[in-house]
Every structure is written in C-alpha cells, then in structure tokens.
C-alpha cells in the first residue's frame, strides 16, 4: 500500500492471543467445509462433463480454469476466517493488557496457524477414504467381452458352441472397486476430464493419485486460512493511513482559513 506521495506506508501490526488448533467450532466448519465440498464435486461434474468435449488442449485449459475457480473460492472463504480469528484475538490481547476476564474457550476460537488445515482434513476426511481405498485397488481397466450377433443364438443349444461362449452369457455384478471408481470420478472429475476417457492408462494415474487431488481444496483452505494475519494488517494498515489522510486535510483546511481571516487595522506610522 503506497500513500497519496507515492511512498510505501509501513505496515500496521497489532498483536493478539493465539487460540488452539481446534476448538468448540471445528467439528461444525468441517461439517460445513465438507457440504461445500460436495457441491463443489457435484457441480465440477456437471460442469466437466459438459467440456469434456473437443481437443485435448481445450479440455486441459477449461477442466483447469475450473479447478483452480474452485480452489480460489475455498481459498477466500478461509481467508475471511482466518482473518476474523485474527480479530478475535486482537480483542483478547487487549482485554488481556487492561486486565479483563476471558474464557479458555473464548481463546481457543481464535487464531491458530494449523487450524485451517486441521479443520479442513477433518472434512476432507470421507473423501479421502473412499479415494484411498480406491487408489490401493484400482487397475488399468481393460475392454471387456462385447455383445453376441443375434443369430448366434440358435446355436446356444449345442453343447460344442454353447459351452464356448458361455462367458458372453453371464452378466458380470458391479464390484466394489466399480462403486469406489464412480465416487472418486465424481470428485475429481475435471481431471478425468483433463486426461480423457480413451486414455487408460492416465486415468489409471488419477485414480492412483485421487487421494492427493481431493486434498487440494483442503490445501487451498488452510493456506487461504493463513492470510488472514496479512488481511488483518492490511485493514489495519489502510485505517492509519486514511487517518493519516484525514489528519493532513484538517491541517490544510486550518491553514486555509487562517490565511482567510481578516487582520485588523494597520498601525500608521
């Protein structure tokens, strides 16, 4: 922030209490971080799978801008946060200083540098299980048999046709790893559409790296969670300087009617 001459203005720090890395509130914003994740996911899908069409480089680039919008929403939420635990905590220090009573859970809600995180991967957390558990089973997934022209069937009956393709026969059940596959594509779903549907063996790589995709929107959370020191400065910062400011045109206007005022009478000589 530079002020109206041109020169940079000295940050404005005000001290504060640091609270805990959880605390009374932290099960609930993890609640909450996790419905606002799984809007994210639903949405992303939507969304992904209506630009998983045309070339490889306009999916990259438009599956990616809607990536890192998520990221960035995430990221302002938590730096609201961070910055309200912020003022929490200046409130504090200052009750603190004129000798006031606080509670130990007043002081737990405020600021915490790891509590962004914690909170987040609290609810990050069933995403993360499904994709582990997906990540440590998963495949490269392979063509399976295909459909029967119709006329083979009048030779079904046979025992010499019959029992040599009696595997397009049987209908094979959705498996676990099948189930797990479907959620954790939901989740990450502008990366499948990043690599692509043909593409299996970079799919495979996805699916083996879900568990560090779903973590990204809990990474931009806590970080997002972190400036909320550089927020707090940053109003503060902008307060001494509009004072400053108001300061300077008060002297001016001073000076301005000083200058106005009538002077009496000339002594004449």
Same mark, same amino acid.
């Given at each position: 922030?530079?002020?109206k001459?041109g020169?940079?203005?000295a940050?404005? $720090?005000?001290?504060?209490?640091?609270?805990?890395p959880?605390?009374?509130?932290?099960f609930?914003a993890a609640a909450?971080f996790f419905?606002?994740l799984l %809007?994210?996911a639903?949405?992303?899908f939507?969304?992904?799978?209506?630009?998983?069409?045309?070339g490889?480089a306009?999916r990259?680039?438009?599956n990616?801008?809607?990536e890192?919008l998520i990221?960035i %929403?995430?990221?302002?939420n938590a730096s609201?946060?961070g910055?309200d635990?912020?003022a929490r905590?200046e409130?504090?220090y200052? $009750?603190? @200083?004129?000798? $006031?009573?606080?509670s130990?859970? @007043?002081?737990?809600?405020?600021f915490?540098?790891a509590?962004?995180?914690?909170?987040?991967l609290l609810?990050?957390l069933p995403?993360? %299980?499904v994709a582990? &558990?997906?990540?440590?089973?998963a495949?490269r997934?392979?063509?399976?048999?295909?459909?029967?022209p119709s006329?083979?069937?009048?030779?079904?009956g046979?025992s010499?046709?019959?029992?040599a393709?009696? &595997?397009?026969?049987?209908a @094979?059940?959705?498996?676990l790893?099948?189930?797990l596959r479907?959620a954790v594509?939901v989740?990450?779903?502008p990366?499948?559409?990043?690599?692509g549907? @043909?593409?299996r063996?970079g799919l495979?790589l996805v699916e083996?790296?879900?568990?560090?995709l779903?973590?990204?929107?809990?990474l931009a959370?806590?970080t997002?969670?972190?400036t909320?020191r550089?927020?707090?400065?940053?109003?503060h910062t902008?307060i001494a300087?509009?004072?400053?400011?108001r300061?300077?045109?008060e002297k001016?206007?001073?000076?301005?009617r000083? &200058?106005r005022?009538?002077?009496g009478?000339?002594?004449?000589?």
């Open positions: 922030m530079t002020n001459s020169k940079p203005t940050p404005v $720090k005000k001290p504060f209490l640091t609270g805990n959880t605390d009374e509130r932290t609930p909450g419905g606002v %809007i994210a639903f949405m992303s939507l969304v992904s799978t209506m630009m998983g069409i045309g490889a306009v990259i680039i438009l990616g801008m809607l890192v990221l %929403i995430f990221f302002n609201g946060r910055a635990a912020v905590g409130i504090l200052q $009750k603190q @200083e004129a000798g $006031k009573p606080f130990a859970s @007043e002081k737990a809600v405020c915490h540098p509590k962004g995180y914690l909170t987040a609810g990050s995403f993360l %299980i582990l &558990a997906l990540a440590f089973t495949h997934q392979t063509t399976g048999v295909g459909a029967l006329w083979i069937g009048g030779y079904m046979r010499d046709v019959g029992d393709l009696v &595997a397009y026969t049987v @094979e059940g959705m498996k790893e099948d189930i479907i594509r989740m990450v779903m990366f499948i559409s990043m690599v549907t @043909e593409n063996d495979l083996r790296l879900s568990p560090l779903v973590l990204l929107p809990a959370y806590g997002g969670y972190l909320g550089n927020e707090r400065t940053r109003i902008g300087e509009n004072n400053r400011r300061i300077r045109k001016k206007a001073r000076k301005a000083m &200058a005022k009538p002077r009478p000339e002594q004449l000589n």
